[in-house]
């Protein structure tokens, strides 16, 4: 089998000692760093793909972004070093008062595999801290979650102080998470709704190949 479908398929199969095997030897023989990159993000995106249509579950998505982050760790200085820039930017977090970060955490993974840097803002984040790190980091998109009906109307507020702060036109803002839906996405002025990790990493995908 091609080394670049053995690397994909361990990614798949959430095969952690396997990824970096294959990582280390594809490093060795001199490989190109974004075919090594092509070919575990290939994997992963089997993975949001089977997970789309509920063949796969939570905790082998847990397992193969797990494997997946482990490779990309070996191939990020290498990535640097060569001046291969990330396709965009973009932070995540979970609104102000919500603590689930299971999906975000999902999410994150699905944006780093489609060739995103992810800031992680973590759980329980006001609005003036999206826009604060979104304006520090000079991102292109901001992720954000929410998983109770009491704390989704805090999305309006993250998108209500973009404007406020004069910013709004500088970045896209994409909703999720189990209680949200597009209408709502699009009554706050949010720019993508997106109902799972993978619908997440599909939009940010298009987006960056229009750019
Ligand atoms: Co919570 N909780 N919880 N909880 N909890 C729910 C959400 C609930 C539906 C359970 C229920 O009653 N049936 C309910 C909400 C009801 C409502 O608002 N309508 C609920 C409640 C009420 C609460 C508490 C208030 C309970 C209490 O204390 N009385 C409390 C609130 C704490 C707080 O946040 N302030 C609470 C606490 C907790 C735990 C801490 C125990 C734990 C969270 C642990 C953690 O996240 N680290 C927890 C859990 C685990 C759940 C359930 C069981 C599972 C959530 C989960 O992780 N799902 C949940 C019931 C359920 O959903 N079955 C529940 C798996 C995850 C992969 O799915 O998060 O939906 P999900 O993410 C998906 C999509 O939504 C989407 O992609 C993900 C992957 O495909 N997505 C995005 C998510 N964010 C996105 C962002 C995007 C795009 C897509 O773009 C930016």
Redesign the pocket.
């Given at each position: 089998m091609e080394w670049s479908n053995q690397l994909s398929q361990a990614v798949q199969g959430g095969n952690a000692p396997d990824v970096k095997a294959f990582v280390q030897e594809a490093i060795d023989r001199g490989e190109d760093i974004n075919a090594i990159l092509d070919a575990m993000l290939a994997g992963m995106t089997v993975v949001g793909q089977k997970f789309k249509k509920n063949e796969i579950f939570?905790p082998e998505v847990l397992i193969a972004a797990r494997a997946l982050n482990g490779g990309l760790d070996m191939v990020k200085p290498l990535l640097m070093e060569s001046g291969v820039k990330p396709k965009g930017k973009a932070v995540?977090g979970t609104v102000e008062?919500?603590?689930?970060?299971?999906?975000?955490n999902?999410?994150k993974m699905m944006l780093v595999g489609a060739g995103l840097d992810i800031i992680d803002l973590g759980v329980d984040v006001p609005p003036e801290r999206f826009v604060d790190e979104a304006l520090a980091h000079d991102v292109d998109v901001v992720?954000?979650?929410a998983?109770?009906?009491?704390t989704m109307d805090k999305m309006r507020d993250v998108v209500s102080t973009f404007e406020a702060r004069g910013v709004r036109d500088r970045v896209k803002i994409?909703?999720?998470?189990?209680?949200v839906n597009a209408s709502f996405a699009e009554k706050i002025g949010a720019d993508y709704y997106?109902?799972?990790?993978a619908s997440?990493a599909e939009i940010v995908t298009a987006l960056f190949a229009k750019t």
């Open positions: 939570v995540i008062g919500d603590l689930h970060d299971i999906g975000k999902l999410v992720c954000v979650s998983l109770l009906t009491t994409m909703v999720g998470g189990a209680p997106a109902p799972d990790a997440a």
